[in-house]
């Protein structure tokens, strides 16, 4: 009983190192176009060679000339020119290493309200959008809570709008999905409203999900002595552009660009 125990703990744990390493492989660097590399053959100096992929995810090998190693991992390149060597009749038991020197490839362009808004590399594969975020900065207090990606998939052109606050949902892992090179990120503004007349904050402030007039009234401060409830109107741009002025009830909700205007009491 004891030694199946034993085994049955070494199969559990066996099982834990091999789902814990192929973890670890979807998270290798994947070269790209613009990233520099040192190739090294052990014992064989005159195939040191530092050289950049190129846009079309190549480098250029003595011996062997043109090798495509866009979209590989560091250890997959490896073993693609340790093949090539071997197979051509150039080096009998080749042990290839593949030094990232620079990484310009695979970059990611993070813009709009940010805190860190620039181009940042995909060091690891697998790289998702709230990686991305979080290497910006995250949003600023400005920003919006959706965040538009715009790039290339199986070289068609590819846009998609994100709400980041389901992402840290139970089902919102699906949402999160992995960025590629040269994919663009961009946060807008977040919508605002408008208040102003008989309240105590005028101004514009940000927009929060499902927000009411009686909400947007706190907002500002709440109504002065000199104003009412009876004489609200709320100003919004319709379909066709035209501004309609319209007496809310408390609980309607508010939408991007809404003017509320809490008029003097006339008695």
Do not use: W
């Amino acid at each position: 009983m004891t030694k199946f125990i034993r085994q049955l703990v070494a199969l559990c744990f066996g099982l834990m190192m091999l789902v814990g390493a192929q973890a670890a492989d979807t998270r290798e660097y994947v070269l790209g176009a613009g990233d520099i590399v040192r190739v090294t053959v052990f014992q064989n100096p005159d195939l040191t060679v530092e050289t950049r992929v190129t846009e079309t995810g190549a480098i250029t090998y003595p011996l062997i000339g043109s090798v495509a190693v866009g979209g590989l991992t560091l250890p997959a390149a490896e073993k693609l020119i340790a093949d090539r060597l071997r197979d051509g009749g150039f080096v009998l038991k080749p042990q290839v290493n593949v030094l990232l020197l620079q990484i310009r490839g695979n970059q990611v362009s993070v813009l709009g309200q940010v805190n860190r808004p620039g181009r940042y590399p995909i060091e690891i594969a697998n790289t998702r959008v709230s990686d991305m975020l979080a290497t910006a900065g995250g949003a600023t207090i400005n920003g919006a809570d959706m965040v538009t990606l715009v790039g290339t998939r199986n070289g068609q052109p590819f846009r998609t709008e994100i709400d980041i606050p389901s992402l840290f949902q139970p089902d919102g892992i699906a949402a999160d999905i992995p960025v590629q090179g040269g994919d663009v990120l961009y946060i807008h503004r977040a919508p605002v409203f408008y208040i102003y007349g008989e309240v105590n904050r005028p101004g514009s402030y940000r927009l929060e999900r499902g927000m009411t007039v009686m909400q947007a009234l706190a907002q500002g401060g709440g109504i002065t002595l000199r104003g009412t409830e009876k004489r609200i109107r709320l100003h919004r741009r319709n379909a066709a552009g035209t501004v309609e002025a319209i007496e809310p009830d408390m609980a309607q909700p508010l939408q991007t660009e809404d003017v509320v205007y809490v008029r003097e009491s006339l008695f």
